[in-house]
């Protein structure tokens, strides 16, 4: 990309001394911070509405606010379903699926594309054969992608908790936001963020939850934060290759669709990768998914 893919507005200097998140310029990689304090040194966390009896209309929940040089990303993320209630309603008679319809109408009312989304995230070999490609599979190639000097630099980057989990967050809210929108690309991060950590919303975290980087509070509360980064990317790249949900998914525009997030990815964190070519198997295994997916009803619908 020759431009920024973010929208920013004025931000400010955070007092005291930061972690090492200069590689960052985008998006934020788990493995610079070494606990839930040193977040909290860059990210701004407001928790709002914890009073429920004055709260009647609105729900409780919790603002992050990150500032990055003049830019500035925010996440909210409020009371509400989570993946549970989804698989609850999946498999369970009328009454758990109208409970699912009072608490969240919009998950009812867009159940077949959250359903191809589901597909898309999850391996699904019998479906579509044996070594199904998923999102997760683009970022792991991502990661494996990065240039070999480049590894060397920051080892512990290559990681489940580094890049993967970056390259995940950031890949799936991307092709979510370019295939359908930026708000269904919030609803699947919170509903997903919701289901292990419900003190995400109020802060009232254990001692465990504070200590544990990779799976505590910090995690979470900057998969947040890289849900964003998806979605603007998402928003960019959908301008640039005119991407609806009735786009046909060719390996030439999966190429340079990826190609353009690595792009992303290398200005952000001043890495080179490899690039992705039309004939990669995984390019074309990948583009036959999301043309099928996109294009046929999808199964095991809620409701």
Do not use: C
Not at 44 to 50: G, K, L, P, S, V
Not at 82 to 89: G, K, L, R, Y
Not at 162 to 170: A, D, I, K, Q, S
Not at 186 to 215: A, C, M, T, W
Request: hydrophobic content about 35%; glycine content about 6%.
């Amino acid at each position: 990309m020759e431009t920024h893919p973010l929208s920013a507005s004025d931000g400010h200097e955070v007092d005291g001394e930061v972690p090492n998140i200069d590689a960052g310029r985008g998006a934020l990689l788990l493995t610079r911070f070494h606990s839930f304090d040193e977040f909290k040194k860059v990210v701004d966390i407001e928790y709002f509405n914890q009073d429920r009896e004055n709260s009647l209309f609105r729900k409780p929940g919790v603002k992050l606010t990150f500032h990055n040089n003049e830019k500035i990303i925010n996440s909210q993320l409020t009371a509400g379903v989570n993946e549970v209630d989804f698989i609850n309603a999946a498999q369970g008679g009328f009454y758990l699926k109208l409970g699912l319809l009072l608490a969240s109408p919009y998950a009812v009312w867009n159940r077949k594309d959250l359903n191809r989304i589901y597909l898309l995230s999850r391996r699904r070999d019998a479906l579509f054969g044996d070594g199904d490609i998923a999102f997760y599979d683009l970022a792991a190639r991502m990661m494996f992608n990065i240039e070999e000097a480049d590894k060397k630099n920051h080892p512990e980057d290559i990681s489940d908790e580094g890049y993967l989990n970056t390259f995940l967050h950031v890949t799936t809210q991307a092709f979510i936001t370019s295939m359908f929108s930026e708000k269904l690309g919030d609803f699947i991060g919170d509903v997903h963020e919701r289901r292990y950590i419900p003190e995400l919303i109020s802060g009232n975290f254990s001692k465990k939850q504070l200590e544990d980087v990779y799976n505590g509070a910090t995690d979470n509360y900057l998969d947040l934060l890289n849900n964003e980064y998806g979605q603007q990317v998402g928003k960019e790249l959908k301008r640039k290759f005119k991407i609806s949900r009735n786009t046909n998914w060719t390996p030439e525009l999966l190429a340079d669709y990826l190609n353009e997030l690595e792009n992303y990815y290398g200005w952000s964190f001043q890495i080179g990768l490899k690039p992705f070519r039309p004939t990669d198997e995984l390019i074309v295994r990948f583009a036959i998914k999301l043309n099928a997916v996109m294009q046929n009803e999808p199964q095991n619908s809620i409701g």
